[in-house]
């Protein structure tokens, strides 16, 4: 029996675009599931083997306990076993609110505060009282937030303008909303004339209110009649209505209409920590705990391994361990207070990575999506190092992954395709990377980077003057216009703080293409999310003579029976979630009235089984064709219109967020690592993309790692040398063919990739 491969056994799989595949995937190896973006490598390791795991695992607990778990649905397949429990570390943003720090998220602020209750001088209190969240512990002025917020009075009121032609550029302020109203007839202001020919006093006492001491009586007007009230000035009333209070229970505003008409500034009571002064006044070795908060990882550690007293000693033996999992990332330019919100794509993977390096659990299933995201090619052997101790703890290692360094290192490969969407969902190969023979990622893994040799000509140039957005050290560059830009280095080290926040703050009208979602649900649809369901029900309408609201299965033309889902999920009390498709419809969402009508010989659904490459053919509307064809042109041609954005994988979602982006007639993109999720063969079709919108006039400026990407541009700018404090400076300028002659990390890899193309 010993002599038995162990290993997990998947029959059948259907899940998505998966044609009833089979698949053995041996355990206590790296497995690397490869494939064009879109092939069906997610159907097969999140929706089956991840879900599966996932639902047998919540089976092992009483029923009132797992009627309080997330519930999952037993995938499409036909038979799955020997699975193991499951560690899934996803590219979605990290949880957490606005004040998740990488301490808290890492859970090493606990520990810090029982470090500091227990042997810091002078002595506080209980561990609690060192939090911004507490009574005793948060600012006084602030509120724990760390920042002050005030009205700008710049921002909230237009002085050429009279009350009565909005003045006041806040809306419940304005004479659209009671305040406003009031302010007009109380008597006190001439509600027609500009607020710059007030007299001094008068303008005075709308701004600020009546002097200390006195009072000012302004009748408020009413169909009953006026009623008594008193003036208090236009500044108090926002401070006190709209910055001193939670917003979140009003309708009318958000907290971003608020933060458009006021300035922020540090806190100058507790200097941005949130805390307490007395609770700052509490120190170990010289500090207090913001400043413990605010050290990069390697002083930290030095720090706690200062502590001699035997009670502290303890207690900073149990964060070393964590501190230094970060380190082993590098992450070591981050400090505790850290917002988790600022991090980028590939700073949060990591983070969560070393938050789960931390078990001591072995025999597990651990699901990487993309690990090598957002990591410069000299951090992905550190990446592949972690992988491997994983795996060597008894782990087995599935891994989702284009990137070519990793996928040499996999002991077996998955290729899956051979194409995308319905051209997809087969097993293309599986096996040691030797025997990988025509396919993709063969292709690709022959493929070296193709060197620009004649970049465009630069004639003009965007200023950048003395920036110092986080660690960037009063930097100043031109950054060329109407060609195409890569800015790379290695992580943390100013590539978004140049870009995203000193860049777009000098020019705001770039259309920025982050790394964030896209809000997707199981009613948005392509042609919804591209902005053409309206105009394809308009056309319906038209040539029917029915109200467009019949084409939408979420408005009339919905099945009445499973109300526009397709599908139908019985609630069965304590059991797993089933969803059937709905008889009455077939599955697609809409009623028989709504099927009945036709235009050019289909109807609504036949027209959204479409394809994007069929509708071009389809449709004449020049709106439409021209949204349609973005969506060719990044290479989704493939999928249909009626396609949820929830089924999409996250190199489609990333390519579907750039199309419509580049509907916007636009003359300076910002992209922020374009190439996350895509395989090799889609970066050249992304490629070509962004060489036709310099042609046709734009400055295309991208963060990248992808050696592809960083040859093909017309000019390269590195950040660094390193990450943080280590980096925010200049550090190559030039063209790629320049770049083979510098001496700078990206350099290396650059040099290496090309080397056999040089010989």
Known sequence: MSGIRDEIILRGLKENNLKNIDL??????????????????SSVVFDTLATESRRQMTLNYPHYVRYQMPRYERPHADLMQNLSPVVVVEQRPAGGNSRSTVGTYMDIDPLIRLLFSRIGNPPIGSATEFSSQSSFGRCPECGGYGEVITPDINKLVDFDKSLREYAVRFKPLSPSG???????????????????????ETLRLFLYGPREGERAYAPFHTKNGPHNAEWDGLLPRFTRVYINRDISKLKQISQEDVLAVSSHSLCPTCLGSGLNPKVLECKINGLNIAEYDQLELPELLDELKKIKDPMGESIGKQAIPYVKQLVDMGLGYLSLSRKMGTLSGGEAQRVKIARHLGSSLNNITYIFDEPSAGLHPEEVDMLIQMLKRIKDQHNTVIVIEHNLSIIKVADEIIEMGPGAG???????????????KNSPTAKALNQKPKINTSPRDIKSYFAIRRANNN???????????????????????GKSSLLLEAFTQKYPESITVGQGGIGISSRSTMATYMGIMDDIRAIFSKATGQPPGLFSFNSLGACPVCKGKGVLTPEVAFADPVTIPCEACGGTRYSDEALSYRYQDK?????????????IN?????????????????????????????????????????ASHLQKEGQIYLLDEPSLGLHTEDVEKLLDVFYNLVNRGN???????NLDFIAASDWIIEMGPGGGKQGGQIVFEGTPVEMLSAETLTAKWLKDGVRKDLT
């Not at 660690?471 to 080290?493: E, F, M, Y």
């Not at 400055?699 to 790692?705: F, K, L």
Request: glycine share 12%; proline share 4%; net charge neutral.
């Open 178 to 200: 009671w305040q406003g109203h009031w302010m007009m007839t109380c008597g006190l202001f001439d509600p027609d004339k500009p607020l710059k020919d007030y007299p001094e």
């Open 699 to 705: 400055s295309v400026i991208i963060i990248e790692h």
């Open 603 to 615: 109807n609504i659904v036949e027209i959204l089984d479409l394809t994007i490459d069929e509708s």
């Open 24 to 41: 053995n995937i041996p355990k206590e190896k790296i497995i690397v599931f490869t494939g064009l973006s879109g092939s069906g490598k």
């Open 422 to 436: 319905t051209n997809g969902g087969n097993v293309v190969y599986q096996g040691k990377i030797e025997g990988l």
């Open 471 to 493: 660690n960037l050290k009063n930097v100043n560059i031109d950054i060329p216009k109407n060609v195409l830009v890569s800015v790379c280095g290695v992580s943390g080290s």
């Open 618 to 658: 389809y449709f004449k509307t020049p709106k439409i064709l021209k949204r349609v064809n973005v969506l060719k042109e990044v290479g989704l041609g493939y999928l249909t219109l009626g396609q949820t954005t929830s089924s999409l994988s996250g190199g489609e979602i990333q390519r579907l967020k750039l």
